[in-house]
């Protein structure tokens, strides 16, 4: 199983900004699409972004106008851009990846990265 890798994490300050890489190896071509999620300790891991091989990105409510998913020309990276972070946006996000074209449960994604962390203070 392909296995991805996320970098970029780290702490800032509430208002700050975060940017997140994940890097996709292996065909590519087989990815429908690609999704950042989350996963807050004692809570569910939430997806909170994807964008589909047309190009098409979603965004949860609470991360809408504030975080920016783009995937590069070869779709073997997907940046996830943090604007405006706020404490309850810490957590251990993580990218994956799914064969579905627009897959929003994370049992639809068959390729996952360890996480980074995200630490955000008042």
């Known amino acids: 199983q392909v296995q991805l890798a996320e970098s970029g994490g780290g702490s800032v300050e509430s208002g700050g900004s975060l940017r997140l890489s994940c890097s996709i190896p292996g065909h590519t071509y087989t990815i429908g699409c690609l999704g950042w999620f989350r996963q807050a300790p004692g809570k569910e891991r939430e997806g909170i972004a994807r964008v589909n091989s047309a190009g098409g990105a979603t965004y949860e409510d609470s991360v809408r106008g504030r975080f920016t998913i783009t995937q590069n020309n070869a779709r073997n990276t997907s940046i996830l851009k943090m604007d405006s972070l706020k404490p309850e946006d810490t957590a251990l996000y993580y990218c994956?990846?799914?064969?579905?074209?627009?897959?929003?449960?994370?049992?639809?994604?068959?390729?996952w990265g360890q996480g980074t962390q995200v630490t955000v203070s008042t």
């Open positions: 994956a990846a799914s064969p579905w074209f627009d897959a929003s449960a994370p049992v639809n994604y068959t390729c």
